[in-house]
């Protein structure tokens, strides 16, 4: 089993273009990223300084999330959001365009939530037109956009494996765009009431991304009641060979004791 770290939670208390050689300093030699700059399209020399933080820690960018708006403000993604569909085209120009530089193949795209006033089904039909577009973008360097169910977010719409499955479905049916897959995140799921056994059990062989965190507390596997390792070993054992992200807090101490250093590197 392949383990990426997620470096805007892990390291988010360095600067941007620290966070990488920090990753390899603990051992990984792959990691992932949210959406790294401010802006949704952001200048020739914002995208240079961290392509070259990543390519100058020797360490692979496996995944990046698109755009996803103001964050801090609540926001959880563009892809469902009705206004703002000039910014998506942007968003995924963007996104395709680090990702090309430094060879991702996955990219995370949260669905947005549902807007007061707005029309849910109407959302939801927009959403099928932005992840057909972000498909067709990413499938032209052999990428895969990804969707996440999401806790914590009480007006986001996907929030077990079955929601973010329907949309990938409805969006290979309606628009034709097969270049969408899940990501099951272990510790969202968990916080959502989900039953991490059958999850693995019966989302596993769908799954193109997998993230960890353990419940309660979002801290590092070990750290609560979820039983991580486990359910990793039978998601391998029932064929998965994608990447596991450590997508967890850092916690006090050693965020990453439970897992050997040299488990850690891609090989």
Known sequence: MRFAVNTSILFGDLPLERRPAAA??????????????????????????????????GVRLVALNFPAGAMADGERGLVSVPGREAQWRDAVAATVGVG?????????????????????????????????????AVARIGGTVLLEPLSAAPRYPLRTAEDALAVVDR????????????LLDLYHLAVNG????????????????????????????????????????RLEEG???????????????DPFAWLLRERRAAG
């Open 171 to 182: 969006v290979a049916g309606e628009a034709g765009v097969r270049d969408l897959g899940l």
């Open 239 to 253: 064929g998965y060979a994608g990447w596991v992200a450590l997508e967890h807090l850092p916690g006090d101490g």
């Open 24 to 57: 390899r300093e603990a051992g990984f030699t792959a990691v992932e990223s949210w959406w790294p700059f401010d802006a949704v399209d952001p200048g020739d020399r914002e995208v240079e300084a961290f392509a070259r933080s990543v390519e100058d820690a």
């Open 100 to 136: 090309e530089r430094l060879g991702v193949r996955l990219f995370n795209a949260l669905y947005g939530n549902r807007v007061e006033g707005a029309d849910p089904a109407a959302q939801d039909a927009l959403a099928v037109e932005h992840l057909a577009l972000a498909g067709r």
């Open 194 to 233: 989900g039953d991490l056994d059958r999850e693995v059990a019966v989302h596993g062989r769908r799954a193109a991304h997998v993230q960890v965190a353990d419940a309660p507390g979002r801290g590092p596997p070990g750290s609560g009641g979820l039983g991580l390792e486990r359910h990793l070993r």
